[in-house]
C-alpha cells in the first residue's frame, strides 16, 4: 500500500481554499436558482415584491423589508386589518393596514402612525393585498443596486471564480513535493 502523499503547507492552503471556493460558488450558485425560480413561480402568479423604504408599518413591516403583494386579489375581499398595497400620487407605492371600509372606500393608516391616511383607497388606486413578508431582505438588494454593492459583488463572484479555477498540481509537482519533505524529513533526523 502506497504511503499517502503529504503536501506542503501552502500548496494543502491552496488546496483547501480552492475547495471552498468550489463550495461556495456551488451554494451561492444554487441559492440564486432557487431564488429566480421562486421569484418566477410569483411572477407568474401575479405577486409582485416591493421593498419597504419607510418604518410607517413597524413593527410589523421593519424597514428594508419586502412585502409581497398579491395583485390578484380583489379589493372587495379585503377586509379591515388586512395590509394592502395603493399608489399614492404617480410615484409612490405605500403598504398600510385598512382600518375602515365604508361606501366602497378603504380608510388605511400605518401602524407606527398616529392618524389615518389622508385619501381613501379605491379600485383606482388599489395595488393588492400584503400576502406574506421577508424582514430586512430588502436592504441586501438596495446595497446590490449601489455602485459599492455591485463592485463588492462582482470583486467577490470574480475572486472565487479565480480560486475554484486553480489547476490541479501536476504529477511531477506531486514527486517534488515528496522529495522535498523526505529531505525535510531527513533532515530534522540527523
Known sequence: MAAP???SRGKRFLRGLKAAAKGTVSFLM????????ALLVLFVMNIRPYIVTTGSMEPAIPV??????????????????????????????????????KNGKYTT???????????????????????FVIPYVGRVFRFFQTRSGIISAAAVIAALLIISFIPKAKPEDKNSD???EKSADEQKEA
Not at 379591515?80 to 398595497?85: F, K, Q
Not at 400620487?89 to 385598512?98: A, W
Not at 398616529?114 to 388599489?126: E, F, G, P, Q, S
Open 64 to 101: 428594508g423589508s419586502v412585502c409581497f403583494v398579491n395583485r390578484n386579489t380583489e379589493l372587495s375581499t379585503i377586509k379591515v386589518g388586512d395590509a394592502i398595497s395603493f399608489s399614492m400620487g404617480e410615484n409612490t407605492l405605500v403598504t398600510h393596514r385598512v382600518v375602515k371600509i
Open 109 to 131: 393608516k400605518g401602524d407606527a402612525n398616529n392618524t389615518n391616511d389622508a385619501a381613501a383607497v379605491t379600485k383606482k388606486n388599489y395595488i393588492g393585498k400584503t400576502v
Open 30 to 37: 444554487t441559492v440564486v436558482i432557487l431564488a429566480a425560480a
Open 178 to 180: 515528496q522529495e522535498e
Open 5 to 7: 502523499e503529504k503536501l
